[in-house]
């Protein structure tokens, strides 16, 4: 397949999450607590997840010239089939109708709830090493959705086990540095960051005020001048084997904490120069959570590895098999920060034996 053919997809992509973006602020200024039920993991999860993942499925589903798509996401409908859930699959429902009303590009009759019940569910592919497969994360970070904080919708798609588009779009993110701590008052707020394999990374307005520009990873060098980001909440990455790592490579900034992979596309622009998770040991990484962030980087010219010093894997399923974590940086700082991560799951392990002792 050509460039032209993704470029296309990518086209197709930034139009799907831009408008789930505009569905899940609508539902974040009115957010109330009958918004959240449990899931399965017990992380929150809001009507914004369904109505975000359905509106992608319908663009896709649209906008493909195929009109067949695979899709590998977060959610099902399971849960909106129960019989308590009525309520929830209309104002669903309702809300997904009102966001593609305001969309001038549809000029549609109004979707059922069956029908909304099936988008959501195209969503049910496992993946793999062969074909073509869109990866969403309708709401990536809900919990930092919840506290009205930073979260993204994320869209990539696989081509033969290969990552080779992504679009983050990350509503609460600001225009400027996420690190600068007293923005501009007249600095918009949210961000699309999207990528094509082999045609760099580009960062626009969420509105689409401004052309998109091409963006780079930190050109920094020296450890010691680096900041890096971290997971906002302490279950989703060990923030005391980070601080060990920043600690060997003498990073004198202290971590930018911020939920989702809205920190991709914080680091793509170079507002720091160092991406670290380690989640609690058992935990598997799916790969909704990171294949659009992953090609956001890597365009921009930056590196991403597990642990191992190995690159991540997107062919086998719905779930990456990565060694204890995720670590990303440019190209120069890598060998240094391989190093540091050993070193300090070294001294873990050695802790880890003396206190079994």
């Known amino acids: 397949m050509g460039s032209g053919a993704y470029e296309q997809d990518l086209a197709i992509a930034i139009k ?7 569905l899940c602020q609508s539902v974040q200024k009115s957010l109330l607590q009958t918004d959240t039920q449990a899931k399965m993991d017990s992380s929150p999860v809001t009507v914004a997840d369904y109505g975000s993942q359905a509106l992608v499925s319908f663009v896709l589903e649209r906008e493909l010239q195929s009109g067949v798509f695979s899709m ?20 669903i429902t309702a809300l997904v109708n009102e966001t593609i009303s305001n969309d001038s590009a549809y000029n549609i009759s109004p979707l059922t709830t069956g029908d909304v019940l099936a988008a959501i569910d195209r969503g049910k592919s496992e993946g793999g090493p062969h074909g073509r497969h869109w990866v969403l994360d309708p709401i990536d970070g809900t919990k930092g959705f919840l506290r009205g904080d930073q979260y993204a919708v994320a869209l990539g798609l696989l081509d033969e086990g290969e990552v080779i588009l992504g679009v983050l779009a990350c509503p609460n993110l600001p225009w400027t540095s996420v690190s600068i701590s007293a923005r501009p008052s007249n600095d918009p707020i949210g961000c699309l960051f999207s990528a094509r394999k082999g045609a760099g990374t580009t960062v626009q307005p969420l509105d689409g005020s401004v052309q998109p520009k091409r963006v780079y990873v930190s050109a920094v060098e020296k450890s010691e001048d680096a900041s890096f980001f971290e997971s906002y909440e302490a279950a989703h990455s ?37 991406y670290l998770r380690f989640p609690r040991p058992g935990y598997r990484e799916k790969i909704w959570d990171h294949a659009a962030g992953c090609i956001v980087i890597q365009e921009a010219g930056g590196v991403v590895f597990d642990a191992a010093g190995k690159p991540l894997d997107f062919s086998q399923g719905r779930y990456l098999d990565v060694e204890r974590g995720i670590i990303a940086t440019n190209a120069k700082l890598m060998p240094l920060l391989l190093n540091a991560v050993q070193a300090a799951l070294k001294e873990e392990g050695n802790v880890r034996k003396a206190g079994s002792l």
């Open 238 to 274: 060990m923030h005391d084997l980070t601080a060990t790592i920043a600690k060997i490579l003498g990073v004198k900034a202290p971590p930018v904490r911020i939920d989702s992979q809205a920190k991709y596309g914080a680091m793509a622009r170079g507002d720091g120069a160092i």
């Open 72 to 91: 590998v996401a977060e959610e099902d409908s399971g849960d909106l089939q129960k019989n308590d859930a009525q309520d929830m699959v209309e104002r």
């Open 16 to 22: 799907a999450a831009s408008l789930a973006a505009r």
